[in-house]
């Protein structure tokens, strides 16, 4: 009895120190891969922005395209005919001023402006918004979402940069992205230089609205910015509304269509 009691406390013994020699399996989370995991709640989103998982995937697959251009060794032709046939396809994002109105229809990114006066202690805000766009024309912007082309009117939840052109004794005027600034002109086009993420392309623009990623020679970037200077606006109504744009500026830009240098009248929000 005693032998039995002594071998069943061997056993009691023997299965507590195996217990407590066994390590608990304790499993890593992996760690975010970029630093825009830290950035916002969905992926590709900026910081700070009002964003949706829409936008995000959309800003996403932007951005893999650009790096992959940016470190293909590929010549410049290809790298601007896909560029273009993304633009044709899915648009490209461009910044436009907007309100929170915005988000009942094409949910465009949103930061709030800089500008004291976009900013009222009362009443409604304007902002900074993002969508992808295939064009712009002054009644209309085709913007892309979620698979989807949407026509947008122009004037309430886009509010793009009135820029007026004065060339042949007549004033064109052209719809542009808020910050954007043509380099020159070549058949009644702007061609616009954008940057994004350290790749160049050059963006045409008609007065219809149409666009395009042109296949631009960059080395006479230094021709065309030699003609570019600031030079004081005609006194006249062409103006856009300062609700939106409370600075207006000039620049002469050079015509190749003329061979000469024209009057750029553009837009800012504010000097800040």
């Known amino acids: ?3 039995l009691m002594k071998i069943a406390n061997l056993i ?3 299965s507590i120190s195996a217990f407590a020699n066994q390590k608990p399996k304790i499993e890593l989370i992996p760690p975010p891969k970029t630093m825009e995991d ?7 989103c900026l910081e700070n922005s009002e964003c949706d998982q829409i936008m995000g995937l959309q800003l996403t697959r932007w951005n893999d395209l650009v790096k992959k251009l940016r ?3 590929e010549g410049p032709a290809k790298k601007f005919q896909l ?3 993304f633009r044709d396809k899915y648009g490209i994002p461009v910044e436009f001023y907007t309100i929170q109105k915005s988000q009942q ?3 465009p990114l949103l930061f709030n402006s800089s500008c004291k006066s976009h900013n009222p202690n009362s009443g409604e805000k304007i902002l900074r918004g993002t969508s992808f766009l295939k064009s ?3 009644d209309k912007a085709t913007v892309w979402r979620d698979q989807t082309q949407i026509e947008v009117p122009v004037g309430e939840i886009i509010i793009p940069q009135p820029v007026f052109v004065y060339r042949d004794k007549k004033v064109t005027q052209y719809q542009l992205p808020i910050i954007d600034q043509p380099l020159f002109i070549r058949n009644g086009e702007l061609y616009i230089l954008r940057e994004e993420n350290d790749l160049f392309y050059f963006l045409s623009v008609s007065s219809s609205g149409d666009w395009k990623i042109q296949n ?3 080395t006479r970037l230094s021709e065309w910015s030699e003609h570019r200077s600031e030079t004081p606006c005609p006194k006249d109504s062409h103006r856009a509304d300062v609700k939106y744009f409370e600075h207006e500026f000039c620049k002469f830009i050079w015509d190749e269509d003329l061979k000469n240098k024209v009057i750029v009248k553009m837009h800012k929000g504010c000097t800040i």
């Open 12 to 14: 009691f013994f023997l």
């Open 71 to 73: 470190d293909d060794i």
């Open 136 to 138: 712009l024309s002054k």
């Open 105 to 107: 229809g094409f949910k």
């Open 38 to 44: 830290y950035e916002h709640h969905f992926k590709g």
């Open 83 to 85: 560029l273009e046939l």
């Open 1 to 3: 009895m005693v032998t």
């Open 216 to 218: 631009i020679d960059m």
